[in-house]
Structures are given as structure tokens and as C-alpha cells.
């Protein structure tokens, strides 16, 4: 089985979830080649084909000519499965790729199971078996999914290029906001999450961080409705956090929040719902109404 | 203009789910549907600039699938879409995401829209792939998770969400397709006088073995709970004893509490 790898490649660096997606092949068992927009300066640590683009001809973000180039090599290699990593990039390209050979794509693979890949589903509740119906599919992968394997030696590299507009035009980068917390030096961190309510109840999570001694952090609704700053968001597009005690108020447990706190070294949730996701990575879930539960528990731990 | 939304009903996510009989999907007796989440900040974005643009602009929200989604439907309406199209399918969740990004672009082929919009993800099946493959299989302009979106003389321009909190900004042409993140706006909520404008609104239903041509390209062979990791502890009781335990927890596992 043949695997043709899409490696990552953003602001002039590799980035490492490209080294994710050897994990993945090698728990696939599959011959890999990969396929880079990027620089010679940035050469993955791999001894296999890779077929190197310039970004700076071919652009960091320009889908129709990435498309292009990975048809290309796609013709020379003919693999079994094209894999990208389920990020930005990837659920970009991956569709793009997949409708212009017309097969299947599975999306952001957690497993492997009898000849499927196995995929989350219903906000990470549930898991499916899919199965591409032809031999050959685009696959992506689940972000932190699978193991950071890096295979070692210099690439045999082929360069490709492609060429004309482009349907879209990138501009720029736009720099992150700053913060006015570092969470990530955080030895404490109680967070906020849609299941606490309303912005009323915001106090009541912040009362039990201030009693705990720790930061006030919440999941992506808490911050898009406007309850609590950016600053504050943990997760993929928030800040990544290893506390000490990490605190889950109403939050379910989507896995770009887990991808931001799964680190943390003990983890308390508290949900209504026995089987919110987040109870798989907490070692203690509390099955209770957030609103009852916080402040009972505040009024002790400030006793 | 002509601009289109399309929207997916969902089931609410705090939801037990159970499998269907087949065991390929989730079985739907007593669950509550409504719009997917990521779907309202695209609809929301369609009527900011259906308003900005006035007279001569036309928004047809379109969802697929069972009677059910004419609930979703009317909340669009009622929300500042002009029409509506149900493509009727009782058996939507069997088909992946190629046939149903096939039936959209069906349905969107010779009829002059400008700008698509969709979710950048459904909750329950969260591929991420409808919206992208509908602009591959029409040959529009394509970005995706947009957190910023403005428009002007045929040109989009959009922020792409990316890892980290880091934008991109992108221009394209129409006739293009954009797919709407979370954060990207404030949805609103329908209003009572909207929503009873929204009943006089046209729904036009169209059975989906008129715009589906697309085989499968993928089969979901089950439909199951992850896999329990184990470990952690679950408590469950009177809120009191649940204090008195976490407190004793935390001193015993962890140095925050002495
Ligand atoms: C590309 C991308 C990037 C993202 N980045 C991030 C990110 O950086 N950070 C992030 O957090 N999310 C991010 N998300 C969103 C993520 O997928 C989830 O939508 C989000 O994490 C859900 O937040 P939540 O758990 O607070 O809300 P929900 O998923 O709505 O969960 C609310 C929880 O509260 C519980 N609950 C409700 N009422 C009560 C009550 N009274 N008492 C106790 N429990 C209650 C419910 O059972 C439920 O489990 C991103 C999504 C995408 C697609
Ligand atoms: N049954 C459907 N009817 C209309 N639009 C849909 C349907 N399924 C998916 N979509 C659109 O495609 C987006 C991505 O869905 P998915 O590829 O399933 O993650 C959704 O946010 C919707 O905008």
C-alpha cells in the first residue's frame, strides 16, 4: 500500500504536524512519498521521494495550483490513499483534491478498524467506520491523533512547480491578538464553558479561579458570544495550557478544546451530561448543574 | 445578486445518541433538531449582505433532507432569507458527502448564483466537506473557515481562521463560495414579526431523485461510542457530598488544597 503525504508549511517553516502524518503511515503500513510547498532550507528529516514546491513561486495558500501539484505527483505515484492533516490546510485542499479524481475522502481520522478508517462524529460523542468504495481515497487526519514520527535522513527530492492565477488571491497573515494573560504559565485554570448559561454566571466560574488561586479560561462559544475576552480561549485557536489542575465548567469537550488542555496535569469536569466527551481525558468528571455545583464548591475551598 | 445559504438540520448535541437498526447512523426517535450551528453564522452573513445590497438581490436558503428540516428552513426565513428550497429526502443521512455536495450543485447549475455560503462543518457528521467540493464541482472561487467577510463590486474579501489565532486574508472573484466558522458574526434571533412575514415566504420542494445523479464514493459501515479510555472517576449525587468528595480529591491528588 502506497500512501502520497502532504506536508505543512506556514510563514517560511515546516510545521511539525507534518511529522504526524509518518505516524499515521506507519501504523497504516505503508510505503510513504511526500509532497511539500515549502523551501529547500526547510527540508523535512525524511529519506523518501518528496516532491518540493516552492512557496515562494507557488504560494503558502493558493489551493488551485497546491491542487495542481498534487495531482501531478499523484499521476507519478499513483498511491492508495493521498493524507493530509485535518487543519486549516488541509480541510482546504484535501475536497479539492479528492473531487478532481472523484474519490472518496474521509474526514479526520482518529483509528483504524477491519479495512476502515474510523472517524468522530456527533461533536466527538459518537465514532463511524467509513469506508472509501474504490481502493484509492484522500484522507485527513485527526490533529494530535497519531504519533510524531520522524523517520530521519535527507529526502531524495524532485522539484515541481505550476503555474498561472488561481482563483483567489492571498493577501497576507494577519498576526494573532495579543494577550493579556498567558494562560500557559498558568498553574491553575478554571474555565468557562456554553454550559454555564448566560454571561451572568461568568462571576461564579471567575469566583471559583480566584478562591483556587488560578486564571479564568473558556471554550470558544464563552468567547464568540462575547462572555469572556479572546484572551481567555483554550484550544486550537486559543492558547495551549498544561496547568496543574485544569477545571471543565459546562464544557463538552470538542477536541480543539481537548487539543488545548489534554496536557494539564489533573483534570476536573463538571457536566450534566455523563457522557460529554470530556469525560474521557478528565480523571474526575462530576455529573452536576455547573450553577449548583461551582459556587457550593467555591464556598468551601474559600472557607 | 443571487446569493444562496445552505443549511443542515442537526440533532441537538447534548443528546444521547443510539444506533440506528442498520448501525450505520444514529437512530432519530426522540431527538430535537435544529439548525447546525456553524450554518446560523452563515446565514447570518448572507442577510447582512442580502441588506447591505438592497433591492435586486435574492437569498434562497436550501437544505436536504426530511420533512423535519422545513423547521430549519423557516428559522432562515424568519431570520432575512427571501426563499427557501427543500430537496425532499427522507434517506439523506445515507448518502455521503460527495452526493450531497452533487445534489446542491444540481440544483445551483444555470441558475446565476453569485456567492454560496455553507458551514464550515456539520455537527453530526462534521466532514468538512460539502461546502468545498459543491465550489469544485461548480468551478467557483473557494475559501474556507472565514471568520471575516466583506464584500464589494464582485469581490469577496475573507479571513481565514487558522491554527493559533492567526488569520489569512484572501480575495476572490465571484461567482464563489465561502465556508463560515464560528465567531464570524453574531447570529440573530428571528423576531416575532419576522417570523410570521417568514410564513407568507416561498418553500419550494423538489424531490431529491430529481437533482441526484452522484453514486456513492463512501460507505459508513458503523455507527458505535468511542471506546472508553477509563480511568477517571465518575461522580454522581447530592451536590454537597459531591463538594465534600472533590474537596478531598484535591487534596489528596493534587497540591492545591492542603
Ligand atoms: C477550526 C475550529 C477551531 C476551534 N477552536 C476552538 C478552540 O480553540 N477552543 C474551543 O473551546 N473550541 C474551539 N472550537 C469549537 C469546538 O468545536 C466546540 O464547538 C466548542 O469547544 C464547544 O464549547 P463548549 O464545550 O463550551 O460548548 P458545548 O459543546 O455546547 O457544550 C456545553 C456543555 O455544557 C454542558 N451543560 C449544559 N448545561 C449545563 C449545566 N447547567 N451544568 C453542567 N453542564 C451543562 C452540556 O452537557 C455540554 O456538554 C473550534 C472549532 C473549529 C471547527
Ligand atoms: N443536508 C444538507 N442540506 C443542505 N446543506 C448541507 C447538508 N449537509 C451539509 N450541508 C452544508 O455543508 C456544510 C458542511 O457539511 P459537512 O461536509 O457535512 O461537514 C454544512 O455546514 C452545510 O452548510
Same mark, same amino acid.
Given at each position: 500500500m502506497k500512501t502520497l503525504l502532504i506536508g505543512e508549511y506556514r510563514e517560511g517553516k515546516l510545521l511539525d504536524s507534518t511529522y504526524e502524518l509518518f505516524g499515521f503511515a506507519a501504523q497504516l503500513g505503508a510505503d510513504t512519498a511526500m509532497l511539500l510547498v515549502g523551501s529547500d532550507a526547510q527540508l523535512?528529516?525524511?529519506g523518501g521521494t518528496l516532491y518540493l514546491a516552492d512557496a515562494s513561486v507557488c504560494g503558502e495558500y493558493s489551493p488551485d495550483l497546491h491542487k495542481q501539484l498534487i495531482l501531478e505527483a499523484v499521476q507519478k505515484e499513483n498511491p492508495d490513499y493521498i493524507v493530509f492533516v485535518h487543519s486549516s490546510y488541509g480541510w482546504d485542499l484535501a475536497p479539492r483534491v479528492a473531487a478532481s479524481l472523484k474519490v472518496a475522502q474521509v474526514s479526520e481520522i482518529v483509528g483504524l478498524v477491519d479495512g476502515g478508517f474510523e472517524v468522530g462524529c456527533c461533536n466527538a460523542k459518537m465514532r463511524r467506520t467509513v469506508k472509501p468504495a474504490s481502493g484509492r481515497g484522500v484522507l485527513t487526519i485527526q490533529a494530535g491523533a497519531y504519533p510524531v514520527l520522524q523517520p530521519g535522513g535527507s529526502p531524495a527530492v524532485q522539484k515541481i512547480t505550476a503555474a498561472g492565477g488561481g482563483s483567489l488571491e492571498f493577501v497576507g497573515y494577519e498576526a494573532a491578538e495579543k494577550k493579556?494573560?498567558?494562560?500557559?504559565?498558568?498553574?491553575i485554570i478554571v474555565s468557562a464553558g456554553r454550559g454555564i448559561g448566560k454571561k451572568d454566571n461568568v462571576p461564579v466560574i471567575l469566583a471559583l479561579a480566584k478562591a483556587l488561586g488560578g486564571e479564568l479560561g473558556a471554550s470558544r462559544p464563552v468567547v464568540d458570544a462575547g462572555w469572556v475576552e479572546h484572551s481567555h480561549q483554550v484550544g486550537t485557536t486559543g492558547q495551549t495550557v498544561s496547568p496543574k489542575l485544569y477545571v471543565a465548567c459546562g464544557?463538552?469537550?470538542a477536541i480543539q478544546h481537548l487539543a488545548g488542555m489534554k496536557k494539564s496535569d489533573f483534570i476536573i469536569a463538571i457536566n450534566k451530561d455523563k457522557d460529554a466527551p470530556i469525560g474521557e481525558i478528565a480523571d474526575v468528571l462530576v455529573v452536576a448543574d455547573v450553577m449548583q455545583f461551582v459556587p457550593a464548591l467555591t464556598a468551601k475551598v474559600a472557607r | 445578486m443571487k446569493l444562496l445559504v445552505c443549511i443542515k438540520q442537526v440533532p441537538d448535541l447534548e443528546s444521547r445518541f443510539k444506533p440506528d437498526a442498520a448501525g450505520v447512523w444514529y437512530n432519530e426517535t426522540d431527538l430535537a433538531f435544529r439548525m447546525n450551528e456553524y450554518d446560523e453564522y452563515a446565514v447570518e452573513q448572507a442577510v447582512q449582505l442580502r441588506e447591505k445590497l438592497g433591492e435586486g438581490t435574492e437569498l434562497t436558503v436550501l437544505s436536504i433532507g426530511p420533512d423535519r428540516v422545513v423547521e430549519a428552513i423557516k428559522k432562515a426565513l424568519a431570520m432575512g432569507c427571501d426563499n427557501a428550497v427543500h430537496i425532499q429526502d427522507?434517506?439523506? /443521512?445515507?448518502?455521503d458527502p460527495w452526493q450531497i455536495a452533487s445534489i446542491i450543485s444540481t440544483y445551483v447549475q444555470g441558475k446565476n448564483f453569485d456567492l454560496i455560503f455553507t458551514g464550515m =462543518? /456539520? =455537527?453530526?457528521?462534521? /466532514?468538512?466537506?460539502v461546502g468545498v467540493t459543491v465550489a469544485e464541482q461548480l468551478g467557483f472561487a473557494c475559501t474556507t473557515t472565514i471568520v471575516g467577510f466583506d464584500y464589494a463590486d464582485g469581490t469577496v474579501t475573507a479571513k481565514r481562521e487558522l491554527e493559533g489565532g492567526i488569520k489569512g486574508v484572501v480575495k476572490l472573484k465571484t461567482p464563489a463560495l465561502v465556508t463560515c466558522q464560528l465567531g464570524l458574526n453574531v447570529p440573530r434571533y428571528p423576531t416575532l414579526p419576522n417570523i410570521m412575514k417568514a410564513k407568507r415566504k416561498e418553500i419550494t420542494a423538489i424531490p431529491v431523485a430529481d437533482l441526484l445523479t452522484a453514486d456513492l464514493l463512501a460507505t459508513t459501515t458503523s455507527f458505535h461510542p468511542p471506546a472508553k479510555k477509563g480511568g477517571g472517576i465518575v461522580l454522581e449525587g447530592d451536590v454537597g457530598e459531591l463538594v465534600d468528595k472533590v474537596i478531598a480529591i484535591l487534596k489528596d491528588k493534587t497540591a492545591v488544597l492542603r
Open positions: 523535512p528529516a525524511y493579556d494573560v498567558d494562560l500557559g504559565k498558568a498553574e464544557i463538552s469537550g | 427522507t434517506a439523506v /443521512s445515507a448518502k =462543518q /456539520s =455537527q453530526d457528521r462534521g /466532514s468538512a466537506q
